[in-house]
């Protein structure tokens, strides 16, 4: 069974940028498809991003596009959330999570996750 480890988060300023990761470890992501997640201080996780880790088709949140651009890189067996001009809103944990009847925008709810990373944008 795959395992998911994020790394990336931490401080950053309005208008500024971040790249998150998702390490999977136990088996090839190509064979997934990973959601981006995220739950802020009051708020109900939700779902940000996603990418079918076979043919790199992605899927995104209304919040998320236009800034946010998820991909993978197959050889490194990772997934990557790039975030521009962050806003105070996005201030969140963002999880990486995913199963094997996971899909691109359904209301499933993946089975496997990784710990999060924290997100803070403040000035």
């Known amino acids: 069974q795959v395992q998911l480890v994020e790394s990336g988060g931490g401080l950053v300023q309005p208008g500024g940028s971040l790249t998150l990761s998702c390490a999977a470890s136990?088996?090839?992501?190509?064979?997934?498809?990973i959601g981006w997640f995220r739950q802020g201080p009051g708020h109900e996780r939700e779902a940000v991003s996603c990418?079918?880790?076979?043919?790199?088709?992605?899927h995104y949140a209304d919040s998320a596009k236009g800034r946010f651009t998820i991909s993978i890189d197959k050889t490194k067996n990772t997934v990557f959330l790039q975030m521009n001009n962050l806003k105070a809103e996005d201030t969140a944990v963002y999880y990486c999570?995913?199963?094997?009847?996971?899909?691109?925008?359904?209301?499933?709810?993946?089975?496997?996750w990784g710990q999060g990373t924290l997100v803070t944008v403040s000035s």
């Open positions: 999570a995913t199963d094997l009847l996971y899909v691109c925008g359904s209301r499933r709810i993946p089975e496997i």
């Open positions: 136990g088996s090839t992501l190509t064979i997934y498809r």
């Open positions: 990418i079918n880790g076979g043919d790199s088709r992605t």
